[in-house]
């Protein structure tokens, strides 16, 4: 069977709760700050003509809330927007907040279902790319795929519905490495990540003085040295392969593969 020509129309459609918490928390570990999206890279990487921000945007202020921090989560949230707007063929929509106790976003699964129902009948795209990690949105992926449109799951590596990725047509799960890529030029730069290369693995194999090894689950990692540059090898279980990250600074590598894997337990070589 032959591949789709992706060069058919493809809309982004963005879960914006999704991506900024799970964003965040790769740029307050890597950049120690909250970072900044670079909306118009995620819109290029997917290959989209359209991208939909899909948000709602709670205008009360919550319960032991000061008026300066209801103030600047405003703002924070109003200039967010305004870096989506500023992307050529990018849309916010937003959805409502109720209740008066426990406040609640309403209506924007709704709203952006019912986007992707309608683009996808008035055959305005071929392709959709939806990031978000919900299984709520199963049912509109399934009735996407039954009408011919071709269905792209992008959800972060950890927190993704495994049943919202057997039901879609391709997915890409959303790493230290992507939210990286995502960022504003001027984070990325101060912080750049760890080189890597993918190598054939056999027998131990590891350049100059071995300094530790670490497990995570069936995952295995070595750590040597190489004058005043660290290397981790990570090894792909069952496989013969491994993936050797780079860098200057030990504690950005080890923190760059907390960040990419998770929580690595080390043995030193001495043990």
């Known amino acids: 069977m032959a591949l789709k020509d992706f060069t058919e129309p493809t809309y982004l459609f963005i879960d914006a709760e999704h991506l900024r918490q799970y964003y965040s928390e790769f740029a307050m570990g890597w950049f120690g700050e909250e970072g900044r999206i670079n909306f118009d890279r995620i819109k290029s990487v997917a290959g ?3 991208l939909f921000y899909y948000d709602s945007l709670d205008e009360k202020r919550k319960p032991k809330e000061s008026e300066a921090d209801f103030e600047q989560r405003i703002k924070a949230r109003q200039g967010e927007y305004a870096d989506v707007r500023s992307v050529r063929g990018a849309h ?5 907040v109720t209740g008066e106790k426990r406040r609640q976003q309403k209506q924007v699964d709704i709203l952006l279902a019912v986007d992707m129902m309608n683009h996808a009948v008035r055959q305005n795209m071929k392709r959709a790319v939806l990031l ?20 792209e799951v992008w959800g972060d590596q950890r927190h993704t ?34 080189e890597s290369l993918s190598i054939v693995y056999k027998d131990d194999y590891y350049e100059g003085e071995l300094w530790a090894r670490g497990r995570l689950g069936n995952r295995t990692f070595v750590q ?3 004058g ?21 600074n030990e504690g ?18 001495a043990d």
Not at 92 to 96: D, E
Not at 253 to 262: E, G, M, N, S, V
């Open 132 to 151: 978000t990690g919900d299984q709520d949105f199963k049912p509109v992926v399934d009735s996407l795929v039954l009408l011919g449109t071709f269905v």
């Open 48 to 50: 989209a003509l359209r």
């Open 224 to 226: 040597s040295k190489v």
């Open 252 to 269: 950005r590598l080890r923190l760059y593969l907390k960040l990419f894997y998770d929580d690595v337990q080390w043995e030193s070589a």
């Open 92 to 96: 916010v929509r937003l959805g409502t």
């Open 161 to 194: 519905s495994s049943n919202l990725v057997e039901a879609a047509d391709s997915h890409r799960m959303l790493t230290a490495r992507e939210y990286h890529d995502f960022s504003v030029e001027s984070f990325k730069q101060k912080q750049p990540l760890p």
């Open 228 to 248: 005043n540059q660290w290397h981790i090898y990570a090894l792909e279980p069952g496989r013969d392969v491994a993936i050797v990250y780079s860098s200057p």
